[in-house]
């Protein structure tokens, strides 16, 4: 199974999830945590890729598109001479899972649901490339998710399978009351809040392990 983990932004939390989950998985199964594209990551310093698979409990798997500067990753692939091609991206997750075979590989994108990977080219082409995979949607659990949810669900072409708010971010006075708010007002419903601390992600790894196919039903309004 392959889950493919976006976000509604830049700086949203994916990683703290994605590291989360993966320590809940696998002890309950065999995981594989990849981060195909990083940029902020210099030299041979592992980044976000490496953090994930520390949780995951496996050596980085450090792909090719990495690059140093802190920006968007189609402009640090600009800055290395580097293009960012979708299939090639696909391809190489696809290697990467057939030389492990882990039970379930979570795959995190750079940057939000729409950054650039290059001219008319964005995250969401990516994962759709990544097809068939179940979507996990990551929002900051802290003021403005109410808009960015909202106008990410609306401009996606393919709706997630479900959302977690996570609180990697500084919290402030929305912080725990963005999950209820989503739902009364009709927004999407938040499958697990992943908040400061929290080790596990059970009700997503159960959710993950039990309904590979179940849809949860978030939808735009």
């Known amino acids: 199974m392959r889950v493919v983990i976006l976000g509604t932004g830049t700086d949203v939390g994916k990683t703290y999830v994605t590291a989360c989950l993966a320590r809940g998985l696998r002890e309950r199964a065999s995981v594989l945590a990849l981060k195909p594209i990083e940029s902020g990551a210099p030299g041979g310093i592992a980044g976000d890729a490496g953090t994930i698979a520390a949780a995951a409990a496996h050596a980085p798997r450090l792909s090719p598109w990495r690059f140093p500067s802190p920006v968007s990753p189609h402009l640090a692939a600009r800055e290395q001479g580097a293009t960012l091609d979708v299939a090639s991206v696909a391809a190489w997750v696809a290697e990467e899972e057939m030389a492990v075979r882990p039970a379930v590989s979570?795959?995190?994108?750079?940057?939000?649901?729409?950054?650039?990977?290059s001219q008319g080219v964005t995250n969401e082409d990516l994962a759709l490339a990544l097809e068939p995979a179940l979507w996990l949607l990551?929002?900051?659990?802290?003021?403005?998710?109410l808009h960015d949810v909202t106008a990410t669900l609306r401009a996606m072409?393919?709706?997630?399978?479900?959302?977690?708010?996570?609180?990697a971010r500084k919290t402030d006075q929305s912080t725990g009351t963005n999950?209820?708010?989503?739902?009364?007002?009709?927004?999407?419903?938040?499958?697990?809040?992943?908040?400061?601390?929290?080790?596990?992600?059970?009700?997503?790894?159960?959710?993950?392990?039990?309904?590979?196919?179940?849809?949860?039903?978030?939808k735009s309004h």
């Open 138 to 145: 990551v929002a900051p659990d802290a003021l403005g998710v």
């Open 157 to 167: 072409r393919r709706a997630p399978d479900a959302l977690l708010l996570s609180g």
């Open 179 to 218: 999950a209820a708010e989503l739902s009364r007002l009709g927004i999407a419903e938040v499958l697990e809040v992943v908040a400061t601390g929290t080790n596990s992600c059970s009700s997503t790894v159960e959710w993950l392990l039990r309904n590979r196919d179940y849809k949860s039903g978030i």
């Open 106 to 117: 979570l795959v995190e994108l750079a940057g939000g649901v729409f950054s650039p990977l």
